[in-house]
C-alpha cells in the first residue's frame, strides 16, 4: 500500500517553483536524454506509448535541450482523465491515459523516483485521502531524475501511462505504469502543502519532529497548548520543528496544527504514541523464617494497581499508583511444615490488558517443638495418669513423693508422635486423646480421627506447652478447682510442663536436721546435678546460700542452745518440692562442766510404724529395754496398744570417760495416759541416786498418737516443766551402761532432750 511507504522531501529553495535546470521553462519540458542515455522511445511502456515521441516529433521544440524556442503547443497522447476517476478504473496494459495532479510528494533514490499526486487540494468538494482515495503514481522513470530539482510538492504535473497498481496486489493503490513525462507548472491558486502524505506516529516520551512546508503564499501556524510549533510563520517554504510533552496517559493523545494562508487553512494532525503501561516487581519469590511475620516487595509500576492477598494475610498499601513498598503480614508458622502464601498485584494497561504479578512467600516450618517421645503431663506438682474408660477427665497423682523421687511410673507416661498438622497423643495402652467439643473432657479411642480431632498443635510457653486441639481449638491445662486435666476454650488454669520419661526428677536425699556445736561453723547440703535450689531460714543466726549446686549453712559461735528451720525449694526440669530441715546449735558448755551426751532427736524427721530394738542417733545406739520402740518425729516412742508396761531404752556407753565420774542425767518424758512409774538403772557398779519426779504427769491436751496433730501435742507436752527428771549417778565409768524405763498401766509415752553432764 501506498500509505506504508516513506518518502523523503525534496528541501526548499529561495523559490521553491523556480526550476533549477535552466534549459527547463517551467511549462513544458521533453525528457530528452537521461543519465543512462536512453531515449524515450525506448521506454518499458512500449517502443513509445506516446507514439514515437508522446510530446509529438519533439514536444518540447526542435531543440530538446531548449524547449522554449518553439511555442509551438504539441499534441498530447492518452485519454485526459481525472485522478479520482482514474483511480476507480480496472487495471490494463493496453490503454493510455493523461493525467494532470497537485504534486503531493517526490521521492528519489538511486533505484526509482516515485511522484504521489493527488486531485487538487484545494476543491472543498472533495477531501482527498492519499492512503485510501485516488493516488496515482509515477515509478522508475530514469529520465526524470534530471528533472527531479524542479520539481515541487505543489506544482501540477502531466504525464502519461497505463492503470496499474502498487505492488502485486491487483486491489493496492492507483499506480501510473510505463508513465511519460508532459509537463510541470506552478499551480496558480494559493497553496500550503506538507512534505508527508501520512500523519506522522510519535514516540511517547517528549521529542522533537521536523517537517517541510511548501507553499506560494505567507502562513501562520496554531500548536496545541503545551506543544510549540519552530517558526510560528513564514512566507513560502520552510522547515518547521514541532515539539511536544511526554504522554503519560495510557491513550494515544492527538495534536492538530493549524496553518493560515490566504484566508485557507491546512491541519497536520499529530497523533502521539500511549504510554505503555508497566507492571512488575523487584522480586517474584521470597523465602522467611517460620517466625517471621512480615514480608516486603517493591512494585514498580507507572500507574494504579491493587494488591489480592491470601486469606490470613494482609498488604499494606493494599493498592496505590506508580512505585511502592508493599508490606505482607501474616502469622508466625507453627506448623512442622512451610507455609506457601500466593499474593497478587494487578493493574489494567492499554485497552484494559490486565497485568497480574505473583509474589511468593515460603515461610519455613517451625522448629519441632517436641521431640518424638514418652512424657509425663505435669502441672503443679501433679502428674496426669491415663483414663480408665472412654472418655471424662484426666485424673492425676502427686508427681513427688515424700522421699522428694518422682513418683510416676510408666503407665503414666504419654507417647507425642509428631504427624502433618501437629501432634498425636496415646497413653500405653495405644489409645489416641481427642476432643469432641461437646464437653472439656477428653475422648480416648484405639483409632485415629477421620477429622483429625485427635491431632494436637503444640506451643511453646517458657517453661510450659500449648497443647491446643486443632480441630476444637480447645487448651490443655490444669484446673485447681476440680485437681484434673481437661481442655477448654481459653486459657484458664495451669499450662501443663512435658516431662521426657528418661528425665524424671531424680531422687534428692538431704539430711533431715543439722546440729552446730556451740562454737559454729558451716556445713553443706549437696545437690544432685541439674536441681537448682532457693533457701531461707527462719532464725538470722543461721545464715544461709544456694549456688552451684549446693546450699551453704552457716552458725556463728554462741553461748546459748539454739534452733531453726532451713527452707529448701528444689526444682528440676519444672518441677518444684519444698523440704525442710531442722537447725540447732548447742550451748556453750557451763564452766567445769563436761558434757558427756547430750540428744535432742531431732535427726527423726519421720513416724515409724514399725517397732526396732534400736536406734542409731548421731553415730550413737539406742537400745531398747522391753520392746515396743519406735522412731519417732523428734523423739523415741515407746508401747503401743497391746504392749505397754515395762518400756525403756538402753543409752549409749559413756566411751569418752578415763575415770570414774559422778554425773548428772536429765530428760524429758511425756504421755497422754496416767499410770506410769519412771525408773533409772545403771550397771559395771554405779550407783543411781533418787530420780525425780518418779512418775509421768498425764498431758491433758488430748491422746498423743501419730497423725495429724501428733507433732503438735508432742511440742506442747514437751514444753510443760512437768515432762522434767533429774537423777544423780555415781562412780560411771566408761563400761556403764544407764538404762531409763517406765513401767504401770498406761500404752505409750515418749522420751526427748536426754543429757548427761559430769560433775
Known amino acids: 500500500m501506498l500509505a506504508a511507504m516513506a518518502f523523503i522531501a525534496v528541501g526548499c529553495t529561495d523559490d521553491p517553483l523556480e526550476p533549477e535546470n535552466p534549459g527547463q521553462d517551467g511549462t513544458e519540458q521533453t525528457p530528452g536524454t537521461g543519465d543512462n542515455g536512453e531515449e524515450p522511445g525506448e521506454n518499458p511502456g512500449g517502443e513509445n506509448p506516446g507514439g514515437e515521441n508522446p510530446g509529438g516529433e519533439n514536444p518540447g521544440g526542435e531543440d530538446p535541450e531548449n524547449p522554449g524556442e518553439n511555442p509551438e503547443e504539441p499534441t498530447l497522447p492518452g485519454t485526459e482523465i481525472s485522478l479520482f476517476d482514474f483511480a476507480q478504473l480496472p487495471n490494463t496494459d493496453e490503454t493510455l491515459y493523461r493525467v494532470s495532479g497537485v504534486v503531493w510528494s517526490v521521492d528519489v533514490d538511486e533505484n526509482e523516483t516515485m511522484v504521489i499526486l493527488g486531485t487538487s487540494l484545494y476543491e472543498e468538494d472533495y477531501d482527498f485521502d492519499p492512503t485510501k482515495d485516488a493516488v496515482a503514481g509515477i515509478i522508475n522513470p530514469t529520465w526524470l531524475k534530471d528533472l527531479n530539482p524542479a520539481l515541487r510538492p505543489g506544482h501540477v504535473l502531466t504525464v502519461v501511462g497505463n492503470k496499474g497498481a502498487f505492488g502485486d496486489d491487483p486491489d493496492g493503490d492507483a499506480m501510473i505504469l510505463n508513465s511519460q513525462y508532459v509537463s510541470h507548472v506552478d499551480y496558480s491558486e494559493p497553496y500550503l502543502v506538507f512534505d508527508m502524505y501520512a500523519k506522522p506516529y510519535l514516540g511517547y516520551e517528549a521529542g522533537e519532529y521536523t517537517f517541510n512546508v511548501y507553499s506560494n503564499s505567507e502562513w501562520t501556524v496554531t500548536a496545541p497548548e503545551g506543544t510549540s510549533v519552530t517558526p510560528s510563520s513564514g512566507n513560502g517554504c520552510a522547515e518547521l520543528t514541532f515539539k511536544y510533552p511526554a504522554n503519560a496517559n495510557f491513550q494515544d493523545a492527538f495534536y492538530p496544527v493549524v496553518f493560515n494562508y490566504s484566508g485557507k487553512t491546512a491541519e497536520i494532525k499529530f497523533q502521539q504514541q500511549a504510554v505503555r503501561y508497566s507492571l512488575e516487581l523487584s522480586e517474584n519469590h521470597v523465602a522467611v523464617a517460620a517466625d517471621a511475620t512480615t514480608a516486603s516487595v517493591e512494585v514498580l509500576s507507572n500507574g494504579p494497581w491493587t494488591v489480592n492477598a491470601p486469606e490470613g494475610v494482609t498488604a499494606t498499601p493494599a493498592s496505590g499508583n506508580g512505585n511502592a513498598t508493599v508490606t505482607f503480614t501474616f502469622p508466625a508458622n507453627t506448623k512442622q511444615e512451610l507455609v506457601q502464601y500466593v499474593a497478587q498485584v494487578v493493574g489494567k494497561g492499554n485497552e484494559g490488558l490486565e497485568f497480574v504479578c505473583e509474589f511468593y512467600i515460603d515461610q519455613a516450618a517451625a522448629e519441632k517443638v517436641l521431640e518424638d517421645g514418652k512424657y509425663w503431663i505435669v502441672a503443679n506438682n501433679k502428674v496426669a495418669k491415663p483414663l480408665s474408660g472412654n472418655y471424662g477427665y484426666v485424673d492425676v497423682d502427686d508427681a513427688w513423693t515424700s522421699a522428694s523421687s518422682f513418683s510416676s511410673v510408666e503407665e503414666n507416661a504419654f507417647t507425642f508422635k509428631a ?101 559454729g561453723g558451716t556445713q553443706t547440703i549437696k545437690l544432685p546435678e541439674g536441681v537448682t535450689a532457693t533457701a531461707t531460714s527462719d532464725n538470722p543466726a543461721f545464715a544461709v546460700s544456694a549456688q552451684d549446686g549446693a546450699v551453704k549453712v552457716t552458725a556463728a559461735a554462741t553461748t546459748e542452745a539454739q534452733s531453726g528451720v532451713l527452707t529448701l525449694v528444689l526444682n528440676y526440669n519444672g518441677f518444684a518440692i519444698t523440704k525442710t530441715v531442722d537447725l540447732t546449735q548447742k550451748a556453750a558448755p557451763v564452766a567445769g562442766e ?135 549417778i555415781q562412780n560411771v565409768t566408761a563400761q556403764t551402761v544407764i538404762t531409763i524405763t517406765a513401767s504401770g498401766s498406761a500404752k505409750r509415752w515418749y522420751l526427748d532432750d536426754v543429757k548427761i553432764v559430769a560433775q
Open 419 to 519: 504427624v502433618e498438622g501437629g501432634y498425636t497423643i496415646q497413653d500405653e495402652s495405644g489409645k489416641y486423646y481427642y476432643q469432641t467439643g461437646t464437653y472439656n473432657s477428653f475422648n480416648v479411642n484405639a483409632s485415629a480421627q477421620s477429622d483429625g480431632s485427635h491431632i494436637w498443635t503444640i506451643e511453646k510457653v517458657g517453661d510450659t506447652y500449648k497443647i491446643i486441639n486443632n480441630v476444637k481449638s480447645k487448651y490443655i491445662q490444669f484446673s485447681t478447682s476440680y485437681g484434673n486435666f481437661g481442655s477448654y476454650d481459653t486459657v484458664s488454669g495451669d499450662l501443663p510442663i512435658l516431662v521426657k520419661v528418661e528425665n524424671a526428677v531424680p531422687e534428692v536425699n538431704i539430711d533431715e536436721s543439722l546440729t552446730f556445736e556451740a562454737e
Open 594 to 728: 563436761e558434757v558427756l551426751l547430750n540428744e535432742d532427736f531431732s535427726s527423726l524427721k519421720t513416724w515409724s510404724t514399725s517397732s526396732v530394738t534400736s536406734l542409731k542417733v548421731n553415730n550413737l545406739t539406742y537400745n531398747t529395754a522391753g520392746g515396743a520402740m519406735y522412731g519417732q518425729k523428734g523423739c523415741i516412742k515407746f508401747g503401743k496398744s497391746t504392749a505397754a508396761a515395762n518400756t525403756g531404752v538402753k543409752l549409749p556407753a559413756l566411751s569418752s570417760l578415763t575415770t570414774a565420774k559422778t554425773v548428772t542425767l536429765t530428760f524429758k518424758a511425756v504421755s497422754s495416759d496416767s499410770g506410769y512409774t519412771m525408773s533409772v538403772a545403771a550397771s559395771a557398779g554405779a550407783t543411781v541416786g533418787t530420780l525425780s519426779p518418779k512418775a509421768i504427769t498425764k498431758y491433758t491436751g488430748g491422746a498423743i498418737n501419730s497423725g495429724a496433730d501428733t507433732e503438735a501435742k508432742l511440742a506442747a507436752a514437751f514444753a510443760a516443766s512437768t515432762s522434767e527428771f533429774s537423777v544423780t
